[in-house]
C-alpha cells in the first residue's frame, strides 16, 4: 500500500459528558490513561504503527488541553512530509454553527482537507483502546474495490445493543446495518463471524465507528448527496449500503469504547493483569506520547502486585495493589490503595510551597499518610490529606459533590480537589 495516498482523520468528539467530571475542563480525547499517555495517543499511534503519518485531528470541544498536548508532542523530522495537525471548528459566514456530529466535523473541515493530495480517507475516533494495522484494513479496501470499508468487530448479545450491528455476505460486503438494535430483534443479526468468535458467544458484527471512504465519494456524500446528514453511523452509513459497495473489515483483537467512567476504569486496571488485552510492552505497536524529562520512580517500603507506575513518583505507601500510578504522583506512608487510578500531577511542589500550605492546612500535592482508598479514580493534582478514607463501591448512590462524583459505584475525585485531613467517603 502507498500510504502516501491516505489522509487520516481523528474525531476529537463532543462534550463527553458520560465521562463527566473528567471531562469537565479537558475534552474526550486529552482524557490521561495509563498514567502517563492520552486517549488521543491511541490512535495517533496506531497511525504511525501503520506507516501512516498524515494526520488532523478535529477538535471544537474544551480543547485547549488537548490542542497543547498534539502541538508539543508530535512533530515529525523537516525532512518528512509527515504531520499531526489541528483543525479547530471554526464559525465561517456561510456556516455559523459549530461541528453537529461526525459527519458534519469532516463536512466543515473539508475546505482545508481538500487540498491535500489523497485518494483514501481514514476516518478515526479519539476515545477508543485498541492496537490496530490500518494498512491492512486500506489495502482489504483496495483489493475489493470498496467505496467504503467499516472496521467491524465480533460482539456478545449483551452487549450488541449498544452498538451499529451489521450483516455481510461471503465476499464481506454489508448487505445491511441497524443502529443500536432492541434485544427482542437480535436473533435476526447473526452473523458468520468465525468458529473462534462463534465460540465466545460473539455472533454479532459491530461497527468500531473506524471508516476509509474513498475521496471522490466522500465529498459527494457530504457536498450532495447528504447535505444535512450530522452523522455517519446514524445516517452516512446505512444510506450508503443500498447504492455503494460497502465492506467489512473484521477485527478480532482487543477494543474497546471509553464511553463512561465505568468502562475507562476497567479499561485501565485491565492493564496490571499479567497478559493485558492491551499490550502496552508490544516492540511493534509503541504508544507514542509526549517525551517529559521526567526521574525514575522512588519507591520505599510499600508492597506492590500488579500495579503500574509512571516515572517520576515517590511512594512510600504500605500496599498499592490493582492500580495505575500515574505520572509525578506521592503517595504518603502507611496509605493502602486498592483498585484505583491515581493520574499523578502535572507539576512538583517546591519546599517552599509545601511550608507555606503547612500553616494554611492546605494538604501537601498528592495522597497523604495513612490513607485508604479503593475504587477511586483521583484526578490530576488532586491534595488528599492525612487519614483520608475512601472506599468506593455498590453501597454508593451515584452522586455529584464539589470535590468528588460518584458513578457506578467509582469515587472519582476531582481535578485540582482539596480533601483535607479525616475525610470520609
Given amino acids: 500500500m502507498e500510504t502516501s495516498k491516505v489522509i487520516a482523520i481523528v474525531l476529537g468528539g463532543g462534550a463527553g459528558s458520560r465521562l463527566y467530571p473528567l471531562t469537565a475542563s479537558r ?40 490542542n ?18 489541528i483543525l479547530a471548528a471554526e464559525q465561517t459566514p456561510d456556516n455559523p454553527k459549530w461541528f453537529q456530529g461526525t459527519a458534519d466535523a469532516v463536512r466543515q473541515s473539508l475546505r482545508h482537507i481538500v487540498n491535500y493530495d489523497f485518494e483514501y480517507v481514514l476516518i478515526l475516533s479519539g476515545d477508543q483502546l485498541y492496537q490496530m494495522d490500518f494498512a491492512e484494513m486500506i489495502d482489504n479496501h483496495i483489493a475489493k474495490g470498496a467505496d467504503i470499508s467499516i472496521a467491524t468487530i465480533p460482539v456478545v448479545e449483551r452487549d450488541a ?20 438494535p432492541s434485544k427482542n430483534i437480535l436473533p435476526e443479526w447473526i452473523s458468520d463471524t468465525g468458529e473462534a468468535m462463534k465460540a465466545q458467544g460473539k455472533r454479532y458484527l459491530a461497527s468500531m465507528g473506524i471508516y476509509v471512504f474513498s475521496r471522490k465519494l466522500l465529498f459527494d456524500l ?33 477494543w474497546t469504547d471509553i464511553g463512561n467512567i465505568h468502562s475507562f476504569f476497567d479499561a485501565n486496571l485491565s492493564l496490571t493483569l499479567d497478559l493485558p488485552p492491551f499490550n502496552l510492552f508490544d516492540n511493534q505497536k509503541t504508544v507514542y506520547s509526549h517525551a ?23 511512594i512510600n505507601a504500605s500496599r498499592i ?42 494538604p501537601k500535592l498528592g495522597i497523604g499518610d495513612r490513607c485508604y482508598i479503593k475504587n477511586a479514580i483521583v484526578d490530576k493534582n488532586c ?29 472519582v475525585i476531582k481535578k485540582g480537589a482539596v480533601l483535607p485531613d479525616g475525610f470520609i467517603i
Fill in 27 to 66: 475534552s474526550k480525547p486529552a482524557v490521561p490513561i495509563a498514567g502517563k499517555y492520552r486517549l488521543v495517543d491511541i490512535p495517533i499511534s496506531n497511525c504511525i504503527n501503520s506507516s501512516l503519518n498524515r494526520i488532523l485531528v478535529l477538535t471544537q470541544f474544551n480543547s485547549a488541553s488537548l
Fill in 68 to 85: 497543547r498536548h498534539i502541538k508539543n508532542t508530535y512533530q515529525f523530522s523537516i525532512f518528512s512530509k509527515g504531520f499531526v495537525d
Fill in 161 to 180: 445493543p449498544e452498538f451499529g450491528i451489521l450483516k455481510s455476505n461471503d465476499e464481506q460486503t454489508i448487505t445491511s446495518f441497524i443502529e443500536k
Fill in 222 to 254: 457530504l457536498e450532495n448527496e447528504n447535505k444535512e446528514a450530522t452523522d455517519f453511523g446514524k445516517e452516512i452509513i446505512p444510506g450508503s449500503i443500498e447504492k455503494y459497495t460497502v465492506v467489512s473489515f473484521q477485527y478480532d483483537g482487543y
Fill in 292 to 314: 517529559r524529562m521526567l526521574p525514575p520512580a522512588k519507591i520505599s517500603g510499600t508492597t506492590l502486585e500488579k500495579t503500574i507506575i509512571a516515572e517520576g513518583s515517590i
Fill in 321 to 362: 495493589e490493582n492500580s495505575v500510578i500515574g505520572i509525578r504522583s506521592r503517595i504518603g506512608h502507611g496509605s493502602t490503595v486498592v483498585s484505583c487510578y491515581i493520574m499523578g500531577n502535572d507539576f512538583y511542589e517546591t519546599l517552599g510551597d509545601i511550608e507555606s500550605n503547612s500553616g494554611k492546612n492546605i
Fill in 383 to 411: 491534595r488528599i490529606g492525612n487519614d483520608v478514607r475512601i472506599n468506593g463501591g455498590n453501597h454508593l448512590s451515584n452522586a455529584d459533590h464539589s470535590l468528588y462524583s460518584v458513578k457506578d459505584g467509582i469515587v
